[in-house]
């Protein structure tokens, strides 16, 4: 006798697949034994992606340092772009304090200021 679940599935159309017609396995199903491929093929273009976001922003970190040599905000723009990227990819981030990011700003702020401040240091580092 089947589960009462199974009985009242088609009757409900909660699931209307040509397998579960048939009284076979849907396509998606794997054995206990078997591998899942498009659990592989989800995974390579889930970390692809994140590559690709990652690849995109530090494309445009190198653009505006490149951009921003002359001004004053030259260390301020990449860290803050880096610090978007973190929580971009990492939303478990929000959940900290501001407090990190703040520090992470505001050590950027004074090296900026340091090297307008004092910019022939910066030439005797390189």
């Known amino acids: 006798m089947k589960p009462p679940?199974?009985?009242?599935?088609p009757v409900f159309g909660i699931i209307s697949t040509p397998a579960?017609?048939?009284?076979?396995?849907?396509?998606?199903?794997?054995?206990?034994d078997q591998t899942d491929n498009y659990a592989w093929?989800?995974?390579i273009v889930f970390f692809l992606a994140i590559l690709l976001v990652v690849h995109l922003y530090a494309r445009f970190?190198?653009?505006?340092?490149?951009?921003?040599?002359?001004?004053p905000l030259r260390t301020t723009i990449?860290?803050?772009?880096?610090?978007?990227?973190?929580?971009?990819?990492?939303?478990?981030?929000?959940?900290?304090?501001?407090?990190?990011?703040?520090?992470l700003l505001l050590t950027a702020i004074a090296?900026?200021?340091?090297?307008w401040w004092r910019p022939f240091n910066e030439d005797t580092v390189k």
């Open 111 to 115: 090296r900026d200021f340091m090297l």
């Open 78 to 103: 990449p860290m803050m772009l880096t610090v978007a990227l973190a929580y971009e990819l990492m939303p478990a981030l929000s959940h900290f304090s501001i407090l990190l990011p703040a520090a």
């Open 5 to 9: 679940s199974l009985l009242m599935a």
């Open 20 to 32: 579960f017609a048939a009284g076979g396995d849907p396509r998606w199903w794997v054995a206990p």
């Open 61 to 71: 970190d190198r653009y505006t340092e490149h951009k921003a040599t002359g001004t």
């Open 41 to 43: 093929v989800g995974l």
